[in-house]
């Protein structure tokens, strides 16, 4: 029994006597950071969370939420001469060309393409402005009261 007292006792001061550098956290090198229990939804670190800033993939990852909720995989698209030749990554649509919604999601969220982006938009939404308002929409109602597309 002394024994164990003796070895609680040394962890315990060890612990004490750490120096607090080793529980800082850790160094980022992104200009905005949140960490979440996901289970809570707690937030046990964060970094400029409520600063504004450009949201990249952020919008592509919007942009399939909304067209989960708004096509089905496998309906053809016709792509538009609008979804052609969008500034940015792109898979090289054509006009005219069809290709189903599941494929344009697979062009969108691999390859990073702005051109199916577009093409999704369009479908959906008949123009990319009609398509932003449903993807602020979107944001609202999940709770993402600083996303603005």
Not at 58 to 71: S, Y
Request: negative net charge; hydrophobic residues 50%; charged residues 15%.
């Amino acid at each position: 029994m002394k024994k164990i007292f003796c070895a609680v006792l040394a962890i315990f001061l060890w612990l004490v006597g750490c120096p607090r550098a080793a529980y800082a956290a850790p160094s980022l090198s992104a200009r905005a950071a949140v960490l979440m229990e996901a289970s809570t939804g707690q937030v046990l670190m964060e970094s400029a969370a409520h600063e504004r800033l450009p949201m990249a993939s952020t919008t592509k990852i919007m942009t399939a939420l909304v067209a989960l909720e708004h096509a089905d995989l496998s309906q053809p698209v016709q792509i538009s001469e609008k979804a052609v030749g969008v500034e940015g990554s792109s898979v090289y649509l054509k006009a005219g060309e069809i290709l189903t919604m599941e494929q344009l999601l697979c062009a969108l969220m691999l390859e990073s393409a702005n051109d199916a982006a577009a093409a999704i938009a369009i479908e959906i939404a008949g123009n990319i402005e009609s398509f932003a308002d449903l993807m602020n929409e979107t944001a609202q109602r999940i709770g993402l009261t600083d996303t603005h597309f």
